[in-house]
């Protein structure tokens, strides 16, 4: 019979092991957990938490009241008061290595302005303790990175699941791999979220693993733009990523002629992404994802080049759509359903904004959380005269993008620009709102967009036109809300918002769809449409936004 000790090799002495080991560990837990609960009943638990802070910082030097001495002993026995431990010299680390007990820490290194050997001593203590190391935050100027990546090189971390490093003072002519490929002896299995800021990194770096749920790269400071396949090559290692965001990663573009074809990247789980780049870039970064999760939320920020081509905006469209197309089982991809909004916040810096939603969405509550949103897009271009400004609106709502669907159009000033004209607007809402239920107007671009669909019944109604049904928008509109119109105020050549009203109303009528409810919202000047409004009643006047 083998002894009872470590090198047993009896099955049966194994198994009564497991046993008492799994008995260990559970009530290993209940202890845990009725500790807990004793824990709660202490008086000092129901203290709100800036109370008990403010009474821990006044208690924390003076020793001579016995109510002050008592308060720091508590702190100093609360051990996740000092979990966040800011690596100084030796004798720093290791007292908050013994106040926070056995609890899990996160290291801070602040090495903006040195680091000092009794820093880095400091450092090595925490390779004595990896299995508590969870989160490291860095902080650190250009000329102290060597020695810092040195310092971490020699701490395994198999516990770590963050880690955020930010680089304050770095240029261009200074060396863009400033973070090393093994750090941590490349022992991190339990790495989860990445956030690297304003510093450069290799692509091959260790990293970048299976087990990454967040990736966060912004403003590097690579040798050189990474291609698409150095930036697949990285992403296809992480395939458990929920969260990604690119800034200013400036992707060139894949040539078929390379000998290496880029990696297929099915990244299932992927809920959310940003990308702040170039519309180049943005639309080689879209094109080798190639399934996402399909209620991944998108946001895009892109810089349109100086000289404006449709082909951009175009193919940006084109990759949305097919990546909402793989990232779905129905052969149709994602459906933007609820509510489109396009404005122009700034008319001096020429963004235009582009919100679109998949949920259901209570479009008479405005404004809605854009961060509920399920894609939004901001283009950025350079100097941008009005006529490209209006062909960049045209190819947005009649180009590739997915917004067949679209219920509800909502269009903001100063976005609104009567010059863009009716019969453009006409074309747009006929090829891209074929299921409009509600249209949402603001200011001055009411009188054109309500005379875009006036002039398109009576186009398709007159008797030498060829078409001879409603039109699209026309055969689903059930509401138009009117924000901030002037009735008495119409632009230059054309007829006043309250002609134009009329004028939809009727022909909306004379095709047998039925009234059309209308909102007036915040408006002027409408006792001028007053005895229309006793025709029409449907017509509805209300002094807030509902």
């Not at 769809?513 to 017509?539: K, T």
Request: proline content about 6%.
């Amino acid at each position: 019979m083998a002894r009872d000790g470590g090198t047993s090799t009896d099955p049966k002495v194994d198994e009564a092991r497991s046993l008492l080991d799994q008995e260990i560990t559970q009530l290993k837990q209940t202890i845990h957990h009725l500790s807990v609960r004793r824990n709660i009943l202490a008086p000092v638990s129901r203290l709100p938490v800036e109370m008990l802070t403010e009474i821990f910082l006044q208690s924390a030097d003076d020793e001579s009241d016995p109510i002050r001495k008592y308060w720091r002993g508590v702190a100093l026995q609360t051990a996740q008061l000092w979990t966040r431990i800011e690596v100084k010299n030796e004798a720093w680390v290791r007292r908050l290595l013994n106040l926070s007990k056995n609890l899990p820490v996160t290291a801070c290194f602040d090495a903006r302005f040195g680091f000092t050997p009794d820093n880095y001593q400091g450092g090595l203590l925490l390779a004595e303790h990896p299995d508590r190391l969870r989160g490291i935050r860095i902080i650190v100027a250009a000329p102290y990175e060597t020695i810092l990546c040195d310092l971490l090189k020699q701490i395994p971390a198999p516990a770590l699941e963050s880690i955020v490093w930010e680089d304050t003072h770095r240029s261009e002519s200074q060396d863009p791999n400033s973070i090393a490929s093994n750090l941590f002896k490349g022992n991190t299995p339990s790495l989860k979220r990445i956030d690297l800021h304003h510093c450069g990194w290799q692509w091959n770096c260790m990293l970048f693993r299976n087990s990454v749920t967040r990736l966060v790269l912004d403003r590097s400071f690579t040798p050189c733009n990474p291609s698409l396949l150095q930036l697949a090559s990285a992403l296809v290692r992480m395939p458990m990523l929920e969260h990604l965001e690119l800034e200013d990663i400036q992707a060139t573009p894949h040539h078929s002629a390379f000998p290496n074809p880029i990696p297929e990247l099915c990244l299932s789980r992927l809920k959310f992404v940003r990308i702040i780049a170039s519309t180049a870039s943005c639309v080689s970064i879209l094109s080798v994802l190639s399934v996402i999760h399909p209620e991944a939320q998108i946001e895009l920020d892109c810089t349109l080049e100086d000289d404006y081509d449709t082909t951009h905006v175009w193919r940006l469209g084109y990759e949305i759509r097919g990546l909402c197309r793989r990232s779905t089982t129905t052969d149709e991809g994602t459906q933007y359903r609820s509510l489109m909004m396009l404005e122009q916040p700034d008319p001096d810096e020429l963004c235009l904004y582009l919100y679109a939603w998949t949920a259901s969405l209570a479009t008479e509550v405005l404004p809605v959380s854009r961060s509920q949103c399920s894609l939004q897009i901001c283009l950025r271009p350079g100097y941008m005269p009005f006529t490209y400004k209006a062909a960049l609106i045209e190819d947005i709502l009649s180009g590739e993008f997915p917004f067949e669907n679209v219920e509800s159009l909502h269009l903001a000033p100063p976005l609104t620009e009567p010059r863009l004209g009716m019969y453009n607007w006409a074309a747009i809402m006929l090829n891209t709102c074929q299921r409009l239920k509600e249209l949402w107007l603001v200011g001055e671009l009411t009188g054109c967009v309500l005379g875009a669909l006036a002039d398109l019944c009576e186009l398709n109604g007159n008797e030498d036109g060829e078409f001879v049904l409603c039109p699209l928008p026309l055969q689903t509109l059930q509401l138009v809300t009117l924000e901030d119109v002037d009735f008495a105020r119409s632009g230059q050549g054309e007829e006043s918002a309250k002609v134009q009203l009329l004028r939809m109303l009727v022909q909306h009528r004379s095709w047998g769809q039925g009234d059309v409810q209308v909102r007036l919202c915040l408006c002027h000047n409408v006792d001028i449409v007053g005895q229309e409004i006793q025709v029409w009643r449907n017509i509805t006047v209300s002094d807030e936004i509902s």
